[in-house]
């Protein structure tokens, strides 16, 4: 299992590297100011690393104590790139509406725009990060007392 240290590594170079990428591709797709769009990209890297930190924490013990790895699948990939995203969804939505002055039906589309990028880059970020630091597999209880 990954060390809070790692988690923390992997939640700021996740949201840093998004970061320098969303910002200029998001004021020019929705033709809005870079400060703006910064802003909230800021604001919303801030409640994703939170939100990051504890949900691959979360799913990690989850997978662990259920199957005694860590290790995931490509379609449990997808499947945990996907939730991670629904999740921040439904705390962003109303901050992108407010800051951004839009109406509640325009800010799910550019929302959803943002999550369709995120997806992609979170599962390829997480692949990547997964064979640059790979995780050391120490069996757990339950592992343990099945191959006993």
């Known amino acids: 299992m990954r060390s809070t240290k790692d988690r923390i590594r992997h939640a700021l170079v996740f949201e840093a590297l998004a970061l320098a990428i969303v910002i ?4 020019w797709v929705f033709d809005k100011p870079m400060f703006d769009i910064g ?22 013990h989850a997978k662990r104590r259920l199957t005694g790895t860590v290790r995931k699948t ?4 997808v499947a945990h790139a996907i939730a991670f ?11 992108i509406a ?4 839009i109406g509640l039906w325009e800010a799910p589309v550019m929302d959803l725009g943002f999550a369709g990028f995120y997806v992609v880059y979170a599962f390829i970020y997480n ?10 597999e120490q069996p757990s209880s339950r592992a343990a007392s099945r191959s006993a």
Do not use: T
């Open 24 to 27: 200029p591709l998001g004021a």
């Open 39 to 60: 802003v909230l990209g800021l604001a919303s890297a801030m409640i994703a690393v939170a939100w990051n930190y504890l949900y691959n924490l979360g799913f990690d």
């Open 74 to 77: 490509p379609a449990l990939r």
């Open 85 to 95: 995203e629904v999740g921040l969804l439904a705390v962003l939505l109303p901050l």
């Open 98 to 101: 407010w800051y951004l002055d």
């Open 127 to 136: 692949w990547a990060y997964d064979v640059i630091f790979p995780v050391e």
